[in-house]
């Protein structure tokens, strides 16, 4: 099984360009989520979709989109890239264990992306 | 203030020693936690899930809830050197739907 498969692994990108991170999880998971992680600042919640149709805003929002494409699709996108943004973003997917309190969470390898 | 509260360490033990690491919340809602360790340059991988208040063992590992005062901890018993990373501690987030992670402890277990 593939789990979750995020594209691209690493990416370089100049100050203003935009790119769209991909995410894909083939686990039937309603639930997906983007965490963006820093050196010392452990995971940060980015936005998240508790179901096809539905994203959220989490803990650090500003400066990018989302799109639920599909159950399966879930994407990132950078409109205007600012080195505040070079980060390591990690998808994840989940269940829910009861109305919509997720379950363990199922990690992409991760996407290295620096902003210069 | 953030929701979920580490101690960063770095905590040192010897092999074979107990590893304690603590964690705090702030929403007296929450309902799910999670530990999950992490390798320098991996992915986060679950460790233990815990639901409800005691204790929770998993061969050398247990997970302690407390929802009265807000806090969950790990034990690693019989710590290994292949224990070295960063355990992070996640709890579900005020509106229920999306985990919040602590900032991680990192562990070092010298042999």
């Known amino acids: 099984n593939a789990g979750v498969t995020q594209t691209p692994k690493f990416q370089v990108l100049k100050t203003g360009q935009s790119m769209t991170l991909q995410c894909a999880q083939d686990m039937n998971h309603n639930s997906m989520y983007w965490y963006r992680q820093d050196p010392g600042m452990g995971l940060r919640l980015i936005y998240y979709s508790a179901s096809e149709g539905t994203t959220d805003k989490g803990e650090v929002p500003n400066g990018y989109n989302v799109s639920r494409l599909n159950k399966r699709e879930f994407s990132l996108r950078l409109e205007s890239a600012a080195p505040s943004q070079t980060s390591v973003y990690f998808c994840?997917?989940?269940?829910?264990?009861?109305?919509?309190?997720?379950?363990?969470?199922?990690f992409g390898e991760g996407s290295r992306l620096t902003v210069l | 203030q953030k929701e979920v509260e580490q101690n960063s360490g770095p905590l040192s033990v010897p092999e074979g020693a107990i590893a304690s690491l603590n964690c705090t919340y702030s929403d007296r809602g929450s309902q799910s936690f999670f530990w999950y360790r992490q390798y320098s340059g991996k992915s986060p991988e679950l460790i233990m899930f815990?639901?409800?208040?005691g204790d929770k063992e998993d061969g050398r590992f247990t997970a302690q809830l407390n929802k009265a005062s807000q806090y969950v901890s790990l034990l690693i018993r019989d710590s290994q050197p292949s224990d070295s990373a960063t355990y992070l501690c996640a709890v579900n987030n005020q509106a229920g739907t999306a985990l919040i992670f602590g900032k991680g402890t990192t562990l070092s277990v010298s042999s």
């Open positions: 815990i639901y409800s208040n």
């Open positions: 994840a997917s989940s269940e829910v264990i009861s109305g919509e309190v997720p379950g363990e969470l199922f």
